[in-house]
């Protein structure tokens, strides 16, 4: 079975810093891109950050430019989400996605992508 698995949410106060990490499964997606969104209670799912499948090229949304960052490891068929200084605001739902095809770039829209986690929860308290 084919599967993305998000770990790393959880509690976090205003400042802290997380990692997020995404495990795929089933196959490899070391020549897909991959992105994160987030979605927060009442809002719709938001575009967090992309990565090409080398992880050279990345793109952020402007709300987390300077303090996310996007990584992977296609030797662990993992990617990974630095969170610092958190800002309660940040409080949503992560999701991973991967998009189908191989070679195909990064994108900022949640359309583009085939695969899904099933997200994983941050909360952060100020």
């Known amino acids: 079975q084919v599967q993305l698995v998000e770990s790393g949410g959880g509690l976090a106060q205003a400042g802290d810093s997380l990692r997020l990490s995404c495990l795929a499964s089933?196959?490899?997606?070391?020549?897909?891109?991959m992105g994160w969104f987030r979605q927060a209670p009442g809002n719709e799912r938001e575009f967090v950050a992309t990565t090409d499948w080398t992880g050279g090229t990345t793109y952020y949304a402007d709300f987390v430019k300077g303090r996310f960052t996007i990584s992977r490891d296609n030797a662990k068929n993992t990617v990974y989400l630095q969170m610092n200084s958190l800002k309660p605001e940040d409080t949503a739902v992560y999701y991973c996605a991967a998009r189908g095809r191989n070679w195909s770039p990064p994108s900022q829209a949640a359309t583009s992508y085939d695969l899904w986690g099933q997200g994983t929860q941050v909360i952060v308290s100020s």
């Open positions: 089933g196959r490899t997606f070391s020549r897909n891109a």
